[in-house]
């Protein structure tokens, strides 16, 4: 099992950037595929991006290519999540999530084991 922390939220005016990190217990840490989601008021969780053990394949939801960079430092147990050019619509509470067998898919929330509590991310127009 492992159990999973977000931070970095904040409030930060459009255009600016935040920089979240989730850190995981557990010695298993690089066997996990991890995730970012993100749910807005009202909205369905939705899915921002993902890492695959090793690093070596990232995803990417297109709201957010070119503006997230998320990497992980297995050595760290932890994830990150980069955001520059924060828009409005970037608004969300944000969660780092585990997936412990990787099946292939990166979506939907469904497919991960462990979930963080969230980050509340305020983006100010």
């Known amino acids: 099992q492992v159990q999973l922390v977000e931070s970095g939220g904040g409030l930060v005016q459009a255009g600016g950037s935040l920089r979240l990190s989730c850190a995981a217990s557990g010695r298993t840490f690089s066997s996990y595929a991890m995730g970012w989601f993100r749910q807005a008021p009202g909205k369905e969780r939705e899915f921002v991006a993902a890492i695959r053990r090793s690093g070596g394949r990232i995803y990417y939801a297109d709201s957010v290519k070119g503006r997230f960079t998320m990497s992980r430092d297995n050595a760290k147990n932890s994830v990150y999540l980069q955001m520059n050019s924060l828009k409005p619509e970037d608004t969300a509470v944000y969660y780092c999530?585990?997936?412990?067998?990787?099946?292939?898919?990166?979506?939907?929330?469904?497919?991960?084991?462990?979930w963080g509590q969230g980050t509340q991310v305020t983006v100010s127009s």
């Open positions: 999530a585990a997936d412990q067998e990787w099946s292939g898919r990166v979506e939907p929330p469904s497919v991960y084991d462990y």
